[in-house]
C-alpha cells in the first residue's frame, strides 16, 4: 500500500522559513516523480513543484519559484520543500503526492493527508 | 497558463440520479485531463487520467469523456459516498487545476 505521510508544517511569521518532510513506503521511490500540491483554507488546489525520480529536474509554478526548493533523498525514501520568504498567501494544507508521467505531464495518484503551514504575524 | 472552468459551481442531487460535470480549458489540452474527488478533511483521490481512464479501484459508475477544451464527468447513479467536491486538472502545459464542483444532496 502506497503511504505519504507529511510533517514540518507549522504557523511562521512572514519573511521566515519552514521546510516540510514527506517520508513514503509502499512504493519504489526512486522511480517515480513526486508532487506537492497545496490547497488555501477553503479553496482549491494548486500544483507548487514537481521532482523526477532521479532528481534531475525540478519545476515549480511561477509564484514559488526562486523562494521554495523541492528536493529528494531516495536512499531514504523521503521528499522535502524548503521554504523561504514566506508570504501570507502561502498558507495552505501542503500535499505531498506520488505522481505519474502522462507526457508532457504528471497527474496525481496517491496523497499524504497533507501538512498545515500558516504563515501569519 | 491553461485556465480550468468547471460548472456547475454546485450541483444538488438525490441519490440514485445521474450527474454530469463540466470542465473547460481555455486551450486545448489533448487528452491530458485528471479528475479528483476530495471529501471534507480528506485529500483529494484520483478519479480518472487521459480524460476517460478510471483510476485504480474506481467504481464503473464514474466514467470520463471529452478532449481538447471540454470534459464531461458523469456518475451514472449517484451513491451516498459520492456526495463532495470534484477537481479536474490538466497536465498538457504545466498543471492547473479548475475550482471545482460541489456534490450535495438534495
Known amino acids: 500500500e502506497v503511504q505519504l505521510e507529511e510533517s514540518g508544517g507549522g504557523l511562521v511569521q512572514p519573511g521566515e522559513s519552514l521546510r516540510l518532510s514527506c517520508a513514503a513506503s509502499?512504493?519504489?521511490?526512486?522511480?517515480?516523480?513526486v508532487s506537492w500540491v497545496r490547497q488555501a483554507p477553503g479553496k482549491g488546489l494548486e500544483w507548487v513543484a514537481n521532482?523526477?525520480?532521479?532528481?534531475?529536474?525540478?519545476y515549480y509554478v511561477e509564484s514559488v519559484r526562486g523562494r521554495f526548493t523541492i528536493s529528494r533523498d531516495n536512499a531514504k525514501n523521503s521528499l522535502h520543500l524548503q521554504m523561504n520568504s514566506l508570504r501570507a498567501a502561502d498558507t495552505a494544507v501542503y500535499y505531498c503526492?506520488?505522481?505519474?508521467?502522462?507526457?508532457?505531464?504528471?497527474?496525481?495518484?496517491?496523497w499524504g493527508q497533507g501538512t498545515l503551514v500558516t504563515v501569519s504575524s | 497558463e491553461i485556465v480550468m472552468t468547471q460548472s456547475p459551481a454546485t450541483l444538488s442531487l438525490s441519490p440514485g440520479e445521474r450527474a454530469t460535470l463540466s470542465c473547460r480549458a481555455s486551450?486545448?489540452?489533448?487528452?491530458?485531463l485528471a479528475w479528483y474527488q476530495q471529501k471534507p478533511g480528506q485529500a483529494p483521490r484520483l478519479l480518472m487520467y487521459?480524460?476517460?481512464s478510471r483510476a485504480t479501484g474506481i467504481p464503473a459508475r464514474f466514467s470520463g469523456s471529452g478532449s481538447g477544451t471540454e470534459f464531461t464527468l458523469t456518475i451514472s447513479s449517484l451513491q451516498s459516498e459520492d456526495f463532495a467536491v470534484y477537481y479536474c486538472?490538466?497536465?498538457?502545459?504545466?498543471?492547473?487545476f479548475g475550482g471545482g464542483t460541489k456534490v450535495e444532496i438534495k
Open positions: 521532482i523526477k525520480g532521479d532528481g534531475s529536474e525540478t
Open positions: 509502499g512504493f519504489t521511490f526512486s522511480s517515480y516523480w
Open positions: 486538472q490538466q497536465y498538457r502545459h504545466w498543471h492547473t
Open positions: 487521459g480524460a476517460s
Open positions: 503526492v506520488r505522481a505519474q508521467y502522462g507526457y508532457p505531464g504528471v497527474y496525481f495518484d496517491s
Open positions: 486551450q486545448s489540452v489533448g487528452s491530458n
